[in-house]
């Protein structure tokens, strides 16, 4: 009888625990760089873009899409200039240690203005889709001032800060702010609850973290949470959380891009 032919397979040699450990640590160092380099997480305190962004909305930024660029990331991050709509997150002007996040109105040499709550961009109307004016306490006595940018001048009735007080007169032209080099103008999409550029003045650009990317998770959270510092606060809503995790995510809001 004509002898079967023997079928030689090739086993693929198994992973060493050196290989192993040696491909888990590269897995780990190239996410400790993206996390450390490239996204920071962020949750979002306030009202003030809604419903853009929710109180409780925990977002990933890019970091490094608008730094300056360097010459061996160069041509693996996607660099770009900062633009008219654009959201960031940055360091307060006028509190020290404080993230915000607000949408850019006006980039460099934009001339801006705003007449009965409508925002003029270097002469024309901007369509603003994304805008809410949600009722908030005490929202009447800033209106004159809030919906007639810069026509009203500023004062401490508004809740203007001395120092916007005394530089913003130097940057309007006519009936325009123009914006100067190095700085940008930027607002809230809930205007009625947004404390901003017409508030406390400019964005300088050095104080600019990055752009949210997306929601990664997004939990229901009281208004004032944040202002809650104590750590007997901090422990019972992190255990709240605990309890509620599946029923107050809001789980549709997963991955949401922001735009």
Known sequence: MPKKEEVVVDEKPRETTVEFLSSLAGVLVTGLFIITFVLQAFEIPSSSMEDTLLIGDHVFVNREQFAPPTRWMGRLMPYR?????????????????????????????????????????????????????????????????????????????????????????????????????????????????SYDSRFWGLIPKKNVIGRPMFIYWSFTTPEDQYKMTDWGDRAGFLAHIIIHFFDETRWKRTFKLVR
């Open 81 to 193: 200039d900062i633009r008219d709509n654009d959201i960031i997150v940055f360091l307060s002007p006028e509190t020290q240690g404080l993230f915000v996040v607000k949408r850019i109105m006006g980039v460099p040499g934009d001339r801006i203005h705003l007449r009965d709550g409508v925002v003029y961009r270097n002469g024309q109307k901007l369509d603003e889709p994304y805008v809410t004016n949600k009722d908030v306490p005490n929202a009447e006595v800033s209106r004159p001032y809030r919906e007639n940018f810069p026509a009203i001048p500023p004062s401490d009735i508004y809740q203007v800060t001395p120092e916007w007080q005394s530089a913003l007169p130097g940057d309007i032209q006519g009936e325009d702010l123009v914006v100067p080099p190095d700085s940008y103008f930027a607002m809230g999409d809930n205007r009625n609850a």
